[in-house]
């Protein structure tokens, strides 16, 4: 049996219509779905919708329509995205589901067995965009206003339920320290465990003054706190806990999550409110939670005000304009993964027209009408079909640094430099292009061998970078390849695709116009 890979998006809020933030996680997470999957592993990919917040009835409140109503219209938004995004998950949670209300009562339940629930009186600060109860001292730090939104906070006094979390803190910090992989990158565990070590409150896991929501399963006068209802997704779709239904464990063995992909703005919920819970139900804790940045858009902060807001529309003119590709590996590669990034048609622009077509594109093309034009459209046989002779002067070094560098950058959720290793040895290729001139080798018979290796070593190279670059942009990745004679994916794991004599010679090329034709 392969080994498994459990990744995960935060389920997204279906209070409005989706955009470029949550394009992003979902993106990340899916090129880390296709790369392992390309290295044999069997890989889970979830992700969904969190249908049961008071702010999901508050919209649709606003909208005139029932609750559940508005849900189905806006998940079908979701859905719709990430098909069109090429996302290939391998289940969509929603939280009005009853594979998932159920178990989530079965969780509580649990929680109450175990004494890690009782009952208590909540009066405080309350931010409704967030879902989240303000303490105190944090209300007074941001002048009793939201931390992420900015809107004010809301005072709030109803009976609660609470959860024991102050139980679990110590084991909590244990964990983080013995485990640094465990919240990442380093910036937010060491904001997190500075949080945790100055103090925290019980947990509010429950509301009297709603009707909709899972139902406390001792109480039903109370609904379940959304971030208690949420974080449960992530075992409710493998279907645990079992609970006697055609669901029970049908994908149990990919728990733990291998990564959590996530927003900044709620590291505290996955890092503290979810693995305390979990260390209550005796069940192991994910291996890594990873925050990402935000975007601003043109050096602003995203406003449809501001004519800056990256929308679904906005994304769908982009993909039309350059491909769904481009826009996945620009998101990836223009910003380091995890910090704030600002997002630029130019910067766009530029990226695509250096990196894309100038390098790689171009790199394609010309190895392709070379090989069509002094070989008869077939791969030519190099002098060996190790990485030797000429070529070896200049893609030798580009091509071990991506076989010893890629898999830790991957593990690492270093995007953008895993395409910049990547895309080292296009440049490198181009650069041996213009060095040995086989446009001048051409005219002399004597030099067809030489010609030959460093045409096939263009060729090879080509394969290489394109291979790395499946995950980000299959089907432009596809497509070059094709050119190349290879249709069809390689049933050869990733790691053994990147090694260098994989071309076979005599293989005949199609050269089929610019795979990225430049933008004026």
């Known amino acids: 049996m392969s080994e498994t890979f459990y990744i995960t998006t935060p389920i997204y809020y279906v209070n409005d219509a989706p955009h470029i933030g949550h394009s992003y996680t979902t993106i990340a997470a899916d090129v880390l779905a296709r790369y392992h999957r390309l290295q044999g592993r069997d890989v889970f990919f979830l992700t969904g919708t969190d249908e049961n917040a008071s702010k999901v009835a508050a919209a649709a409140a606003e909208r005139g329509v029932e609750p559940q109503q508005h849900c189905d219209e806006f998940c079908a938004h979701f859905r719709s995205l990430w098909q069109e995004l090429n996302i290939s998950n391998d289940d969509f949670i929603r939280t009005t589901e009853p594979r998932h209300t159920r178990r989530v009562q079965s969780i509580v339940q649990q929680l109450l067995d175990r004494d ?3 009952l208590g009186k909540y009066e405080g600060w309350y931010d409704p965009g967030q879902e989240e109860f ?3 001292l944090a209300a007074r730090e941001h002048d009793y206003t939201s931390a992420i939104s900015g809107r004010p906070l809301v005072r709030y006094a109803e009976p609660s339920y609470f959860f024991k979390l102050t139980a679990w803190t110590d084991r909590l910090l244990g964990h983080i320290q013995a485990h640094p992989e465990f919240i990442q990158p380093t910036s937010r565990r060491n904001e997190v465990v500075s949080k945790v070590t100055a103090g925290v409150e ?33 075992l409710t779709a493998l279907g645990l806990p079992e609970i006697g239904d055609e669901h029970d464990g049908e994908s149990a063995k990919y728990w733990p999550a291998d990564v959590h992909l996530i927003g900044k703005d709620i590291l505290w919920f996955h890092t503290v409110y979810w693995p305390c819970m979990l260390m209550a139900l005796q069940v192991e804790l994910p291996r890594t939670v990873f925050a990402h940045g935000w975007w601003t858009s043109e050096g602003k902060k995203m406003s ?6 990256i929308s679904r529309e906005v994304i769908a003119e982009i993909c039309r304009d350059y491909s769904r590709d481009v826009f996945r590996y620009f998101l990836l590669r223009e910003v380091p993964f995890g910090q704030d990034g600002d997002f630029s048609r ?3 622009k530029t990226r695509y027209n250096t990196e894309l077509a100038n390098d790689l594109g171009n790199l394609l093309s010309r ?9 008869d459209a ?3 046989s190099p002098q060996a079909r190790a990485l030797e002779g000429e070529p070896a002067k200049f893609l030798a070094e580009p091509v071990e640094r991506i076989a010893a560098e890629t898999p830790a950058l991957m593990a690492g959720c270093r995007f953008s430099e895993y395409l910049r290793v990547v895309l080292e040895l296009a440049a490198a290729t181009n650069r041996c292009i213009d060095a040995t001139g086989p446009f001048r080798l051409a005219k002399d018979p004597a030099q067809r061998e030489r010609l030959g290796t ?3 070593g263009c060729a090879e190279a080509v394969r290489i970078v394109l291979s790395c670059l499946e995950p980000f942009m299959p089907e432009k990745a596809a497509a070059g390849l094709a050119q190349l004679g290879l249709s069809g994916r390689d049933a050869e794991p990733l790691r053994e695709r990147v090694k260098w004599g994989r071309l076979v010679p005599g293989t005949a090329v199609a050269a089929s116009g610019p795979l990225f034709p430049r933008r004026q």
Request: net charge negative; charged share 15%; glycine share 6%.
């Open 378 to 380: 077939a791969v030519p």
């Open 304 to 309: 449809k005000s501001l004519g800056n807001f």
């Open 454 to 456: 460093i045409l096939y």
């Open 116 to 118: 890690q629930i009782y």
């Open 202 to 234: 019980d947990l509010c896991i429950s509301r009297s003054s709603l009707d909709w929501g899972v139902v406390m399963p001792n109480d039903p006068g109370h609904r379940v706190y959304v971030w208690i209802d949420a974080l449960s997704n992530y």
């Open 134 to 136: 303000v303490t105190e």
């Open 346 to 348: 130019q910067a766009l």
């Open 367 to 375: 190895s392709l009408k070379m090989i069509g034009l002094y070989f």
